[in-house]
């Protein structure tokens, strides 16, 4: 579906009409889940791409001003929520704008000290009681669930690239990150903790955005860029304290984005998996090494 900035006034128009008058454009990068739109200066309209995603708005709305409460950095919250229409069938919503660059676009940020700063910031929203959320399941692609949901996908993405990759090896890696599952109690999981919806204010972490698969159970999947952005040191810093098997479950999520993407349409996504299968193959060579 084509969602187009005549659509998004015509919404506020209708249906929060005290908003009308404020400039309405697409934000520079808008998400896989979503389309968003500036709404003035001070709120964003987010918009569904599809049926697939068209829970997460009421979600949002029912949990983030919860955990806006528990913690002590901004995140994105649902100003209103919109109602489908025989135009747009999907609820949507207003968030409130929070300012600042996103990780995406501040290539020289300090990995040492965002390591440190996401990895507190992710302890925080893990200490926030869950009762009563959302467990993992297909309303958010199963983040915090468990991994082996994915093994076969993760396999016939190894068997379509056995000519280009060392497939074995890759393979011997995956079983090895399936070895123990979660034992621990559920706690919130972000779900796409990604360079895009990290922001920054003056270099230094600041806040979290795009809550869309917002779940609770393992959260090894929000620790997945310690090897799809983080250098080796960095990533030693972002993963301290967590549990051997939380780190191989954490490795897993990164393997197998990395895979199902690795013959992406978009360069960018093609070249970030590329690298990603690469620093995880350094690693497992090291560690054979020092074995």
């Known amino acids: 579906m084509e969602i187009t900035t005549d659509m998004v006034k015509r919404l506020i128009k209708e249906q929060f009409p005290a908003w009308s008058h404020l400039e309405i454009c697409p934000v520079a990068k808008s998400g896989h889940d979503n389309r968003t739109f500036h ?37 994105s919250a649902p100003a209103a929520v919109g109602k489908p229409t025989a135009y747009f069938p999907f609820p949507w919503s ?29 302890q925080k929203l893990q200490a926030v009681s869950c009762q009563g959320g959302p467990a993992a399941g297909k309303h958010n692609f199963y983040r915090g669930g468990d991994l ?103 490795r897993g999520w990164a393997l197998w984005k990395a895979l199902i993407t690795y013959e992406d349409e978009k360069e960018e996504v093609r070249e970030n998996a590329k690298k990603t299968v690469g620093v995880i193959l350094e690693e497992e060579e090291k560690s054979s090494r020092e074995r």
């Open 148 to 250: 082996k949901i994915y093994s076969q996908e993760t396999l016939d993405a190894l068997e379509r690239l056995k000519e280009r990759l060392p497939a074995d090896r890759l393979r011997n890696i995956w079983e090895d990150c399936l070895c123990e599952g979660y034992s621990g109690q559920p706690v919130w999981v972000h779900g796409d903790v990604a360079p895009g919806n990290i922001l920054l204010q003056k270099g230094r972490f600041y806040g979290l955005i795009d809550f869309g698969i917002l779940g609770t159970g393992d959260p090894a999947c929000d620790y997945a860029m310690a090897w799809t952005y983080f250098d080796e040191a960095a990533r030693r810093i972002f993963l301290k304290g967590l549990s051997e098997d939380m780190v191989g479950r954490a």
């Open 39 to 75: 709404l003035g200066k001070n709120l964003a309209v987010r918009l569904p791409s599809g049926e697939d995603y068209a829970g997460q708005a009421k979600k949002e709305s029912q949990w983030l001003p919860y955990l806006q409460e528990h913690l002590d950095y901004p995140i």
């Open 94 to 122: 207003v968030n409130r704008w929070i300012q600042g660059e996103t990780l995406e676009d501040c290539p020289g940020a300090d990995q040492m000290q965002l390591a440190e700063d996401l990895s507190k910031a992710l």
